[in-house]
């Protein structure tokens, strides 16, 4: 079985590299599926900063139509935009994306692994 906080981490990590390499479609395939994976290990905050993040720069996001993208993950047609993109990017090629990006996984610190994936992701502005 996944590791889900690991899945969000990973997929955390890939999202902000997106981001700083200005890929806008990337970061929101990685966001979603952070998002969906913090919703799994129990982490509303991260999974909430994901949606808000999506948001900004997509503000016609699927994920509008819901308040929490727990909720989102209760609908079907949601669930099978996460599942598509599950298929393109499963957890163990996000790993290995980072591997090649030569990318350590985060360190532990005395920091919950939610807070330092909201750290990661940072407060989203209008300049995102």
């Not at 906080?5 to 479609?25: G, N």
């Not at 994976?37 to 994920?63: D, F, K, M």
Request: charged share 25%.
């Amino acid at each position: 079985m996944r590791d889900h906080e690991t899945a969000m981490q990973v997929y955390v990590q890939l999202a902000v590299i997106s981001d700083q390499k200005q890929q806008p479609q990337v970061r929101d395939r990685f966001l979603l599926l952070a998002g969906a994976e913090a919703c799994r290990a129990g982490w509303p905050e991260v999974a909430a900063c994901c949606r808000q993040r999506l948001l900004l720069t997509n503000p016609s996001h699927q994920v509008k139509r819901h308040p929490t993208m727990a909720d989102a993950l209760r609908n079907e047609d949601f669930q099978q935009l996460v599942a598509h993109w599950e298929r393109y990017c499963p957890f163990e090629k996000a790993e290995a994306l980072l591997r090649q990006l030569n990318l350590p996984p985060a360190e532990p610190t005395e920091e919950s692994v939610g807070d330092q994936m909201l750290k990661m992701l940072g407060e989203p502005t209008s300049g995102s």
